[in-house]
């Protein structure tokens, strides 16, 4: 594959992205409620969202606009202790889990879906992953039907299907996946 040096196409017909700026907040949490009663998504609603969406391990986020209006959403953080793929990533390839990065809270708009949000927010965020030299991974509910099928229609390569503990009194099930290989962009280059 060849070198990527600029970043992927941020627009498709009416949709753009964008990074995410700290007034956006208020309308990604409104996003957000929306898909979670759509959907489920977050399965457990988060008791601060705007600290949910804005945790402290993040490099980034970004947000998809249609006709100006935000609805969708992604980050990208550091792995944290209970991320599973960063881990399965590192055993597959040798890789350290200190080169992973995970893309995380995505969701879009149950309104906006079909004009290539998700796919245009989660190439951001992996290209961005790449641009610091870091291997993109993610952790997705076994339940998420639509999401899996998101990652896999990308190219994304499931990793396992492992338990994650969510508190002291809870487990879920979730599969992982990693992004597909690719040469570029180094760390170093710059983008938006």
């Known amino acids: 594959m060849g070198q990527q040096t600029d970043p ?8 753009r992205v964008r990074r995410r700026e700290g007034s956006d907040l208020d309308a990604c949490v409104q996003v957000l409620a929306d898909v979670h009663e759509c959907d489920g998504y977050p ?11 804005a945790r402290p391990s993040l490099f980034a986020a970004w947000v998809a606009e249609l006709d100006g209006k935000i609805v969708g959403h992604v980050g990208l953080t550091g792995g944290g202790a209970e991320d599973r793929a960063p881990g399965l990533w590192s055993r597959r390839t040798g890789v350290p889990v200190e080169k992973t990065a995970v893309i995380s809270r995505l969701f879009v708009s149950p309104t906006a879906r079909g004009h290539g949000a998700g796919a245009l927010l989660m190439e951001r965020a992996a290209w961005e992953a790449r641009r610091r030299g870091l291997h993109p991974v993610l952790d997705v509910l076994t339940s998420d039907a639509s999401a899996v099928a998101l990652y896999e229609r990308l190219g994304w390569t499931w990793l396992a299907t492992v338990d994650q503990r969510w508190g002291p ?5 979730v599969h ?15 983008g938006p």
């Open 43 to 53: 399965e457990e609603w988060p008791e601060r969202p705007g600290e949910w969406l």
């Open 169 to 173: 009194d809870r487990t879920v099930t």
């Open 176 to 190: 992982c996946y990693a992004a597909p290989v690719t040469h570029g962009p180094s760390r170093g280059q710059s």
């Open 8 to 15: 992927p196409s941020e627009e498709a017909p009416g949709c």
